[in-house]
Every structure is written in structure tokens, then in C-alpha cells.
T-cell receptor
Framework: DAGVIQSPRHEVTEMGQEVTLRCKPI?????LFWYRQTMMRGLELLIY????????DSGMPEDRFSAKMPNASFSTLKIQPSEPRDSAVYFCASGDSPGVGFQFFGPGTRLTVL | AQSVTQPDIHITVSEGASLELRCNYS??????LFWYVQSPGQGLQLLLKYFSGDTLVQGIKGFEAEFKRSQSSFNLRKPSVHWSDAAEYFCAVVTGGGNKLTFGTGTQLKVEL
């Protein structure tokens, strides 16, 4: 298996633009997690899905952020409109136990909003 | 709420020296604890985990960790550090009813040759 795949690896955009980050989890994993990593706040869980259903989105910072998982092999995290403070590395992780620790992380998407 | 604290932001060790990274947890019952490593520009990789049983846990890359309930600690150790171990290390605890991980702030390890 190729592991968790994220695209793009780097994204530079201007404030106000829509940004879509993509994730392909490991085949067979039924949990998917989106994290954000910044120097100031460390690693934060934004949202997680189980069997394509959002379970906990309490970490989503505000309505500008949305996440979807239309099928078991694809998820998106969208920011609209983007702001400079959204600049961070966004990680996707998937797991096949009840999520507990058995999370395999993707390489991340480094987002820069100018 | 369950949480973990990593008191050391940066640690520098010489190659071949022993290493201990500290992690303290806050949790009433027996926590589920993990150590992850993040190399520059990479995602996190699971080093080891503790759920129950033997308090000394062996992981990948020669790492081990010891769960000490009396000290609320889960410190990561390695007897002899290699230059390739330079990375950021995160301690984490299961929260949210068992389906979420809460990470510590991380410890950046530098290895001097």
C-alpha cells in the first residue's frame, strides 16, 4: 500500500481564495482524521470521520472550514475564504482500529496564504 | 480533561549517547499513551504505544518507553542515539471516548556528531 496520500504537498494562495486539500486514506481503514500543525498551537485535530461519516468536528476553527468524505477512498478539507492565519501544515491520517493511536499519517500539505 | 505535557522543547545529545525524552500525562484511569516521531517535512510515525500490561514497552528504531503510574510519566528512551534520530518527538494520549489523540507540544531532538 502506498500509505496515506495527500495533495497538493505545497499550496500558496492569496487571501480570500478557496483552498481544497485532498486525502486518500489507506485502503481498508475506516477512520480518517484531519489535523493542523502550527508553531503556535502545535498539532490540533480538526475533524474525524468513521465510515465516511463526520463524528467530531469540534476542532474545526470556524465556518470557513469544511470537510467531506464522499467515499471510503477520498476526503477533502476546504477553506473558503482563506486567510493568512490559516497558513499551516495540514495532515491527514487514517486508522483501522477504533482510531485509537493506530493512525497512519500522510506527508502533509504545507499551506501558505499571502 | 486528559492531556500530556512535554516539558522539554529542545534537547541536544551527542551521537552514541543515551536519550530520555519526558512525557507527563493527566488522566484519572489508565491512559492509552503513544510516542510519535516526525522527521523534517514528513508526517508522524508511530514509535510505540502503551495500553496495559508490561510497563516497559519496546518500539521501532530501538526506542522504548516506560509507563510509571506513580509519576504519571511515560518517558521515551534510547540507549545509543544515531544522527538519523534527529527529529521532533510527540507524546500523545487517547481522549474523546477513545477515538481521538491529544498530542503534546513536542520535543525537538538535535544530535551532535
Amino acid at each position: 500500500d502506498a500509505g496515506v496520500i495527500q495533495s497538493p504537498r505545497h499550496e500558496v494562495t492569496e487571501m480570500g481564495q478557496e483552498v481544497t486539500l485532498r486525502c486518500k486514506p489507506i485502503s481498508g481503514h475506516d477512520y480518517l482524521f484531519w489535523y493542523r500543525q502550527t508553531m503556535m498551537r502545535g498539532l490540533e485535530l480538526l475533524i474525524y470521520f468513521n465510515n465516511n461519516v463526520p463524528i467530531d468536528d469540534s476542532g474545526m476553527p470556524e465556518d470557513r472550514f469544511s470537510a467531506k468524505m464522499p467515499n471510503a477512498s477520498f476526503s477533502t478539507l476546504k477553506i473558503q475564504p482563506s486567510e493568512p492565519r490559516d497558513s499551516a501544515v495540514y495532515f491527514c491520517a487514517s486508522g483501522d482500529s477504533p482510531g485509537v493511536g493506530f493512525q497512519f499519517f500522510g506527508p502533509g500539505t504545507r499551506l501558505t496564504v499571502l | 480533561a486528559q492531556s500530556v505535557t512535554q516539558p522539554d522543547i529542545h534537547i541536544t545529545v551527542s551521537e552514541g549517547a543515551s536519550l530520555e525524552l519526558r512525557c507527563n500525562y493527566s488522566y484519572g484511569a489508565t491512559p492509552y499513551l503513544f510516542w510519535y516521531v516526525q522527521s523534517p517535512g514528513q508526517g508522524l510515525q508511530l514509535l510505540l504505544k502503551y495500553f496495559s500490561g508490561d510497563t516497559l514497552v519496546q518500539g521501532i528504531k530501538g526506542f522504548e518507553a516506560e509507563f510509571k503510574r506513580s509519576q504519571s510519566s511515560f518517558n521515551l528512551r534510547k540507549p545509543s542515539v544515531h544522527w538519523s534520530d534527529a527529529a521532533e518527538y510527540f507524546c500523545a494520549v487517547v481522549t474523546g471516548g477513545g477515538n481521538k489523540l491529544t498530542f503534546g507540544t513536542g520535543t525537538q531532538l538535535k544530535v551532535e556528531l
